[in-house]
């Protein structure tokens, strides 16, 4: 207990430490202001970064290259009139032998008029569906139908080979028909048999892909065609589709060869014309088809002339169009369905 003069002391030191304690602090803080000139801000905390695996793109698969060697050797092979029994004999027995010695397993299809040969190779997606490629292997009498239709049975031989150990999705059929110069009739009996058309997402028919013409006005045209598919003169090659199945005329292009797609309304009702070759019955039966061809008679003196030989074939033009349908064909093939 302390009297009155022990107050007085007290406050006075008080007062004295109260100053002590603000000097104090006004060091301190100075110091802090002085020194954080010095320091080195902490560096934020920055989020771990979340590494993604790259997942590889699937390799880019090139198209192979036609062989301009083996397509005009199967010309010379087949290259005479095949309008008769023994002359279509020797015709299948080549192309049998030529697709046995590709590794292909053809079989024959007879019907009342003639023999279908099919080949088939599987694809790697059951469930993803077959593409046809299709020519017709027979001629008109006296005519050696080297353009008419050596042209797309040799092409459809190349495709043999190219695509003989080539992977793809969906299965290839090969089909080559008879009987086609009489009213189509290969072509028929192929559709009738509903088995044949199991499964399938499109047909790719080639007659007459082996001439071209370069003066004025050597093109005809069918009435009833687009004008804008009109040109005067034959360098460019035909692609003739349904327009319910335009996804098979899409997928023919070419950075070289001109390509015409022609998606035909009402299967053809109001363009017969486009209907002569053996694309026709499998529009009948709703399966969507094109018709590749350099336009006949539309374009070549040589249709169904005895003149129709390999010395009349444009060399560049039908290995250029051979490789328009490979591609195509490739593409094709890729497709999941």
Known sequence: MCNRPCYSRKGAIARH??????????????????????????????????????????PVVSTPKVSEIYLFEHLQKLQGDRSTNQNRTFARNYITASLKSLGWSPSLQRFADGINIVAERLGTSPKAGTIIVAAHYDTVPSSPGADDNASGVATLLEIARIFSNLSTPQTLK?????????????????????????????VVVMDMIGFGCYTPGCQKYPPGLPVFAQRDHGDFLAVVGDAEHLQLLNAFNSPTLPVITLPIPLKGL??????????????????????????????????????????????????????VVVNATHRLLQRQA
Not at 41 to 51: C, G, N, Q, R, T
Not at 174 to 202: H, M, P, Q
């Open 17 to 58: 430490m109260s100053k002590l304690i603000l000097f104090l602090l006004l060091l301190v803080l100075g110091m802090g202001l002085v020194s954080s000139k010095f320091l080195v801000a902490p560096k934020p905390v920055v989020a771990p970064i979340e590494i993604k695996q790259k997942v590889a793109a699937p």
């Open 174 to 202: 090969l089909v080559f028909f008879d009987a086609e110069e009489i009213g189509l009739r290969g072509s028929l009996a192929f559709t009738a048999n509903k088995a044949n058309l199991a499964n399938l997402n499109g």
């Open 270 to 323: 109001f363009t017969p014309d486009v209907l002569r070759s053996d694309h026709a019955p499998f529009w009948y039966q709703g399966i969507g088809a094109v018709l590749v061809t350099d336009t006949a008679n539309l374009r070549s003196p040589h249709y169904h002339q005895s003149s129709d030989t390999v010395a009349n074939i444009d060399r560049s033009f039908f290995t250029g169009a051979a490789q």
